[in-house]
């Protein structure tokens, strides 16, 4: 059974730091394609940033420079560091998986429908 947890959400003010979680279970990290999308009030949701042990991380033009997606060396945990905080990533960040490597998922960072397992999501508030 797959499941992905995340944590780390949190209310913090503009240009302040978070770091999320992701932690996996039920498979290998490593021979899946891992995402972190988010979904603001009133929109859909957005791919943030994805990454795979196969290829090197991909992000959304307005988090470039500011957020890093890793995995940890178990490969049980995908983190997405978020730096320089602006209001507008005020929003519910979700970490996603798809059972084959990134270069298989047809547009990783847009296409949510690629991805089989979905966490319950972690809220990120940004305050000017």
């Known amino acids: 059974h797959v499941q992905l947890v995340e944590s780390g959400g949190d209310a913090v003010q503009t240009e302040g730091s978070l770091r999320l979680s992701c932690a996996a279970s039920?498979?290998?990290?490593?021979?899946?394609?891992m995402a972190w999308f988010r979904q603001s009030q009133g929109n859909k949701r957005e791919g943030v940033a994805v990454?795979?042990?196969?290829?090197?991380?991909q992000y959304t033009n307005s988090v470039k420079g500011r957020f890093t997606v890793s995995l940890d060396n178990a490969k049980t945990t995908v983190y997405l560091q978020m730096n320089s905080l602006k209001p507008e990533d005020t929003a519910r960040y979700y970490c996603?998986?798809?059972?084959?490597?990134?270069?298989?998922?047809?547009?990783?960072?847009?296409?949510?429908?690629?991805?089989?397992?979905w966490g319950q999501g972690t809220q990120v508030t940004v305050s000017s």
């Open positions: 996603a998986a798809t059972p084959r490597a990134c270069g298989f998922v047809i547009r990783p960072l847009t296409n949510e429908d690629e991805y089989h397992y």
């Open positions: 039920g498979y290998t990290v490593s021979t899946y394609c």
């Open positions: 990454i795979g042990t196969e290829q090197l991380p």
